[in-house]
């Protein structure tokens, strides 16, 4: 069974840093695409990154490319996303995902994966 832990989120002063943690379980970062998604209050899921898993192949969303970097350890089986000069837009629940079906190149920044963690709220306000 794949399970997916989010670890890292907390409260975050504007233009402070963030670095949120997807742990997996049950499958190995080789036999999956992952992607980071966010859910702000009354507002539906998005998008905000996603890697291959080759590991070769990354996406973002508009609104973090340059302040946002997603990156595996394959050793820990772990997916991280560094979050920099953070907003308070970026507020909001954030969830990693996983998709077995989802192989090589594919990097899938829409919210149609199997498998979702359990959420990491994070907060951005002074």
């Known amino acids: 069974q794949l399970q997916l832990v989010e670890s890292g989120g907390d409260l975050a002063q504007p233009g402070g840093s963030l670095r949120l943690s997807c742990a997996l379980s049950g499958f190995t970062l080789d036999d999956v695409a992952i992607g980071w998604f966010r859910q702000a209050p009354g507002k539906e899921r998005e998008g905000v990154s996603c890697?291959?898993?080759?590991?070769?192949?990354?996406n973002y969303a508009d609104s973090v490319k340059g302040r946002f970097t997603i990156s595996r350890d394959n050793a820990k089986n772990t997916v991280y996303l560094q979050m920099n000069s953070l907003k308070p837009e970026d507020t909001a629940v954030y969830y990693c995902?996983?998709?077995?079906?989802?192989?090589?190149?594919?990097?899938?920044?829409?919210?149609?994966?199997?498998?979702w963690g359990q959420g990491t709220q994070v907060t951005v306000s002074s």
């Open positions: 890697i291959s898993s080759s590991g070769t192949n990354t």
């Open positions: 995902a996983a998709d077995p079906r989802f192989l090589g190149l594919m990097c899938v920044m829409q919210a149609v994966y199997d498998y």
